[in-house]
């Protein structure tokens, strides 16, 4: 299970166990296990490569990985795909706090007047306080309590069940390797593919099932949902690049700019997760994916693809404009009501936070707000029935990704507050779910294999 403990407070999260129960084995082959072709001429960029750049992990949270599968004479065995173990091996955190600072010790209430005297006094600052930075400061004051008292004990359970390790710290000695362009690409190929003829509408199909036989156009790939409807993995080969597709699952890989797609899919769906490009300093330096505005995110069209009551939950960093535009302006615009305020809560495998709580440059934790979908009354309460309301907070705390956007699986925590089996939809997605349907220009990112290690089943 991917929920390690369950307490008041929240849930500790499991997120590398989560991806390795998704299903990622491989039960038929043609040539390459389960592989299915993408009919492509758009050449691959310098930056992609079509073999892996990593040095094999020798261990698995999951036990030893053997040797890639050996094709032996008129089949090949079964393989299975693990997620590499040493992109949540965070060991230490990214600052050190000062000792009194440290989840362990200190107290778990501090005014705002104490948090900026604090900031001053370390930043040894010349020059007051913005707005932004007020606001920002203000909000953190507000939550600051909720967060060290719910973490805590999360933690402290982790410890003793031995799912965290006080020494971890001391003892882990390995080297993290993460690679900087595996799976690129694809945010250009989007781009591209709007210089692609116009596609007639009534004659295209709106779905693509993968099989292990025909190739795929790159026109399908991009104007078209790709559902892997079957109960194994399937492998998918873009621009020389191999990707990993999950069993029960479909996504489509566009840009904002081609959402008819998803559209002309004509599902409804009960759950939204969105994780949209905010747009803030640190991206517009790195240069590492484009943002939206605020007026581009508005023209989702979430109305149209969410069924009466859908759940709605989005990812905001924590700018309080950005969190102002969400509860203030998006959701009344989308007819959601919002509902509450949860916050995924960053830690090191010793239990630490990644962050100081109190940095004033980034927090260790992150702002989901959940809402649902304001309309008929009646049908509300149908889907209402036999499940949890939403609290008002929640904490989900978990061991982060190294890869950057990699956000920890919300299917197990909302499980008690939507009916089973109902249809979930990811915007912005970078990775793949069993039963999600996924979209985004990078959708497929984290799914590229070399984030994997291949082992052979006995």
Not at 3 to 29: K, T
Not at 203 to 217: G, K, P, R
Not at 328 to 340: F, N, Q
Not at 439 to 449: I, R
Request: with cysteine; glycine share 4%.
């Amino acid at each position: 299970m991917s929920v390690v403990h369950r307490l008041a407070a929240g849930w500790l999260v499991d997120h590398l166990s989560f991806i390795n129960q998704c299903g990622y084995e491989i039960c038929d082959s043609f040539g390459y296990p389960g592989s299915v072709t993408l009919n492509t001429s758009v050449a691959s960029t310098g930056d992609c490569h079509a073999t892996s750049t990593f040095p094999a992990t020798s261990s698995s949270r999951d036990g030893p990985i053997p040797g890639p599968a050996i094709q032996t004479e008129g089949k090949t065995a079964k393989t299975r795909y693990l997620f590499r173990e040493e992109f949540f091996d965070i060991s230490k955190p990214h600052i050190a706090a000062a000792p009194e600072e440290q989840l362990w010790q200190g107290c778990p209430e501090a005014s705002l007047t104490e948090i900026k005297a604090d900031s001053d006094r370390k930043r040894k600052r010349k020059c007051v306080f913005n707005q932004g930075e007020l606001d920002a400061l203000e909000y953190h004051s507000k939550v600051r309590k909720l967060i060290w008292e719910g973490t805590l004990p999360l933690v402290q359970e982790g410890l003793k069940s031995g799912f965290l390790h006080r020494t971890t710290a001391e003892l882990s000695c390995r080297k993290n390797v993460i690679p900087g362009h595996v799976g690129c690409g694809l945010a250009e190929l989007c781009e591209m593919a709007k210089q692609f003829p116009a596609v007639n509408e009534s004659d295209h199909q709106a779905v693509h099932v993968l099989d292990d036989e025909n190739s795929i156009l790159e026109q399908d790939l991009l104007s078209c949902v790709t559902e892997n409807s079957s109960n194994c993995a399937k492998i998918v080969v873009l621009m020389g690049q191999k990707y990993l597709v999950p069993p029960k699952s479909s996504f489509l890989l566009s840009d904002i700019s081609r959402l008819q797609a998803l559209l002309n899919y004509k599902k409804k769906y009960d759950v939204i997760v969105i994780d949209p490009p905010w747009e803030n300093k640190s991206v517009k330096r790195s240069n590492r994916y484009s943002h939206l505005s605020s007026w581009q995110i508005k023209q989702i069209p979430v109305p149209a693809l969410a069924a009466p009551n859908c759940l709605v939950v989005m990812w905001v960093t924590n700018r309080q404009k950005h969190l102002r535009f969400v509860k203030d302006e998006l959701y009344p615009h989308w007819s959601v009501k919002t509902l509450a305020e949860w916050h995924w809560v960053k830690i090191t495998r010793a239990g630490e936070f990644v962050l100081p709580l109190d940095s004033l440059h980034k927090k260790p934790y992150e702002v989901l707000v959940l809402g649902r979908v304001q309309g008929d009354v009646k049908e509300a309460l149908r889907k209402s029935e036999d499940v949890l309301p939403i609290p008002e907070h929640k904490l989900i705390v978990s061991i982060p990704c190294s890869l950057h956007s990699h956000k920890p699986p919300l299917t197990a925590v909302l499980a008690e507050f939507i009916k089973p089996d109902v249809e979930c939809l990811e915007l912005f997605a970078r990775n793949l779910q069993p039963g999600w349907t996924s979209w985004g220009n990078e959708v497929l990112k984290f799914q590229h294999t070399d984030y994997f290690t291949l082992m052979q089943n006995e």
